[in-house]
């Protein structure tokens, strides 16, 4: 056990030697890896900023009734008795406000920036409408839904004759949990390509150095090395590119917070928030630095088998 | 200790190096292989230390058929033999010093304990002054003594050596062959590859080789 121990502390010694013999091409392998890891740990330090967001956004939810446009203003207004009465037999009260087809358009020329083209048209295409404010608030978490009475009352109010359609606002929330979903199953996708260049730019650092030092293998392979001993110091190099590389993609990606967050704060203010980007938490950070040497070692088991069976 | 029975080897395309040859050497013999470049000598020094497998014939070293050794018992069959190369091997990027202490520190010993016998070894081949010299800094002769220091340390039953004078004056030389024969003076079995004929006489035993066949073999009376 301790000429095991004594032989794993004379390799790793080893492989500081070897990097610090040729500190341009270490430097360079580094910084080649950390940019490839810097892409998904800022993907994953962008979702791991907005999840907390996103799961906490409450909302009250609303329903928008859009009446037939050839419905009369009076029987438009008249409408209202009947959604009060859907409203209490179905246990959800809400605020009803009536929009006029007018004053939708004055709206919609204001804010929409389209008022030119509006005034083109001639007639107002747009229909009177209800819009339901629900006084209940609730959770909407990237793995919720609508509570199910809403969605049952706006089935109820589609099939009333003077509706054309119904609307629930809060649909944009199911959208922005399904981005949420799609943005991380593409990180992992991004995650796994990267790792594959990570290990192949190590697997090829790693075959450059067995080949530059391939007069000392066969020497110590004559001297009684066994092929542990002889690939050990590969191994650690390996895994010490990794975890320097993983550190540098870390500084890089906090780095380039700095200015982001700058640009972020100056948009979140008109908002009245201070919202900003932090960097990864210690135990993610120590997470992927301990993934990125296993990346290296990986990277450097695979070269070093391949390399020292070819030179044997 | 060393048995060859009817060993050939051939190398593609259809080159033979060795062809049907037996001898034995015992523990302690000084044993010269002599004969021109291309007789054969450097391929029995390689199958001996098992980095050449014979074609047809059975090599034995202490009783163990080369031709049986995997790949996990090869570096310990290898750590009982002293190899002295031409060319000295040496890592041009490592002192003389820690050059010689390798072969211990691959075999598990403690730093301290090789700095001990590698110094010991080194003086013994009258380097003590080369310690901390890369090999590129001494000379022919000095490189080829510091060889022979990384090949001693280990205190191995066995050496081979490659035309260890190939390259080196007479002095150089004379020194180089003391310091073998001393060592089978002492019970290692040295076997030496050798055009040299001045050697010659100091050995117990010369095995005549003329391409890749044996002739006669020449045996020290005493």
């Given at each position: 056990m301790k000429i095991w121990i004594r032989q794993h502390a004379s390799a790793s010694l080893s492989a500081m030697k070897q990097i610090i013999s040729a500190p341009g091409n270490f430097l360079f392998n580094v910084l080649v890896v950390a940019v490839a890891l810097s892409l998904p740990i800022t993907g994953l330090t962008l979702i791991e900023n907005i999840r907390p967001v996103s799961d906490q956004l409450s909302i009250a939810p609303e329903l928008s009734l859009f009446l037939k446009t050839d419905l009369t203003r009076t029987d438009a207004i008249a409408l209202a008795d009947t959604i009060k009465k859907m409203l209490k037999t179905a246990g959800t009260p809400a605020k009803l406000v009536f929009v006029p087809r007018e004053t939708a358009l004055t709206g919609l020329q204001n804010n929409s920036g389209l008022g030119d083209v509006l005034a083109t048209l001639g007639q107002n295409p747009l229909p009177d409408a209800y819009v339901l404010s629900f006084e209940q608030h609730f959770e909407l978490t990237t793995q919720q839904s609508s509570p199910v009475k809403i969605e049952a009352l706006a089935a109820q109010l589609q099939k009333l004759p003077e509706v054309d359609h119904v609307q629930i606002d809060s649909n944009w929330i199911k959208r922005l949990a399904a981005l949420m979903h799609l943005a991380q199953f593409m990180l992992v996708g991004l995650a796994i390509i990267l790792s594959i260049v990570v290990v192949t730019v190590i697997f090829n650092a790693t075959r450059l150095q067995v080949l530059s030092h391939r007069a000392e293998i066969r020497v110590i392979r004559l001297l009684g090395a066994t092929n542990q001993y002889i690939r050990r110091p590969y191994y650690y190099a390996g895994a010490l590119l990794g975890a320097t590389a993983g550190l540098t993609a870390l500084a890089l990606v906090a780095a380039v917070l700095q200015p982001l967050n700058q640009a972020i704060l100056e948009f979140a203010s008109l908002y009245g928030s201070n919202f900003q980007l932090a960097p990864l938490n210690l135990t993610f950070s120590v997470y992927l630095l301990i993934s990125a040497a296993i990346l290296g070692l990986f990277g450097a088991f695979l070269s070093v088998r391949h390399q020292i069976s070819q030179l044997s | 200790m060393i048995e060859f029975k009817q060993v050939s080897k051939h190398f593609p395309p259809g080159v033979s190096a060795l062809s049907d040859v037996s001898f034995s050497i015992e523990r302690g013999e000084l044993v010269f292989l002599a004969?021109?470049?291309?007789?054969g000598k450097s391929t029995i020094l390689k199958m001996i230390a098992a980095i050449e497998r014979p074609t047809s014939g059975q090599v034995l070293v202490n009783g163990q058929d080369?031709?049986?050794?995997?790949t996990a018992a090869l570096p310990y069959f290898r750590r009982n033999i002293g190899l002295i190369l031409q060319d000295h091997a040496l890592l041009l990027d490592r002192t003389i010093l820690e050059n010689v202490m390798l072969p211990l520190l691959i075999g598990g010993a403690t730093k301290a304990e090789a700095l001990i016998r590698a110094n010991a070894a080194i003086e013994k081949m009258n380097l003590s002054d080369k310690i901390?010299?890369?090999?590129?800094?001494?000379?022919g002769g000095e490189q080829q003594r510091a060889a022979i220091a990384r090949a001693i340390v280990n205190r191995p039953q066995l050496i081979l050596a490659d035309e260890p004078t190939a390259y080196l004056d007479r002095d150089n030389a004379k020194k180089v062959m003391q310091a073998l024969q001393a060592f089978s003076a002492a019970g290692v079995t040295c076997i030496i590859s050798s055009h040299d004929e001045e050697f010659l006489v100091s050995a117990s035993r010369v095995i005549y080789l003329n391409q890749g066949k044996q002739g006669d073999s020449w045996q020290s009376a005493a």
């Open positions: - | 004969g021109p470049s291309g007789a080369i031709a049986g050794l995997n901390d010299a890369f090999p590129l800094a001494l000379s």
